[in-house]
T-cell receptor, first 114, second 111 residues
Framework: EAGVAQSPRYKIIEKRQSVAFWCNPISGHATLYWYQQILGQGPKLLIQFQNNGVVDDSQLPKDRFSAERLKGVDSTLKIQPAKLEDSAVYLC????????????FGAGTRLSVL | TQLLEQSPQFLSIQEGENLTVYCNSSSVFSSLQWYRQEPGEGPVLLVTVVTGGEVKKLKRLTFQFGDARKDSSLHITAAQPGDTGLYLCAGFNNAGNMLTFGGGTRLMVKP
């Protein structure tokens, strides 16, 4: 079974530029998560989708971050404009449903903002 | 916001030693999970504990959930270099649909 696919693996941009990350969850997984993991810290949930609806986005900086999950499958996370403090690994995860279903994580996209 | 604190942050030991890492909070969690993350990869689930006082064993790893469901520990017996990685605890909120991660314990086991 294919895992969670993320691209790109690495991205280097300058501050104030825009960037987008893509995630393809495991087939059939209704719930999709985007996490931000700053170096030396644990992952922080940015947004959680159930199918194509948002379950929680309370920790998403909505002035610069946006995410969508069209047709309830793939998802994109965008940052516009990027700040230095956005440098982190952005992890996508998916699960069959909410709650105690296992979350499967992708390898992440490492973003460096210069 | 529910916070999870992990200790120690870093741990470097020799192969064959035992170790315990801790995960503490002032909040009650409906359940708690432990993950291991290797460099360049996403976290991988090791175990889920649900009941206060629950103890689960996974080969050389023993996980315990506190009676009050506010804390947890992970004990590794006879550590091996393959155990090296970042160990993360994560707790579910009362509704059971949102996961909060701790800051992690970075373990290095030297041969």
């Amino acid at each position: 079974e294919a895992g969670v696919a993320q691209s790109p693996r690495y991205k280097i941009i300058e501050k104030r530029q825009s960037v987008a990350f893509w995630c393809n969850p495991i087939s059939g997984h209704a719930t999709l998560y985007w996490y931000q993991q700053i170096l030396g810290q644990g992952p922080k949930l940015l947004i959680q989708f159930q199918n194509n609806g948002v379950v929680d986005d309370s920790q998403l900086p909505k002035d610069r971050f946006s995410a969508e999950r069209l047709k309830g499958v793939d998802s994109t996370l965008k940052i516009q404009p990027a700040k230095l403090e956005d440098s982190a690994v952005y992890l996508c995860a998916s699960s069959l449903g909410e709650g105690l279903y296992i979350q499967y994580f992708g390898a992440g996209t490492r973003l460096s903002v210069l | 916001t529910q916070l999870l604190e992990q200790s120690p942050q870093f741990l470097s030991i020799q192969e064959g030693e035992n170790l315990t890492v801790y995960c503490n909070s002032s909040s009650v969690f409906s359940s708690l999970q432990w993950y291991r993350q290797e460099p360049g990869e996403g976290p991988v689930l090791l175990v889920t504990v649900v009941t206060g006082g629950e103890v689960k064993k996974l080969k050389r790893l023993t996980f315990q959930f506190g009676d009050a469901r506010k804390d947890s520990s992970l004990h590794i017996t006879a550590a091996q270099p393959g155990d090296t990685g970042l160990y993360l605890c994560a707790g579910f909120n009362n509704a059971g649909n949102m996961l909060t991660f701790g800051g992690g314990t970075r373990l290095m086991v030297k041969p």
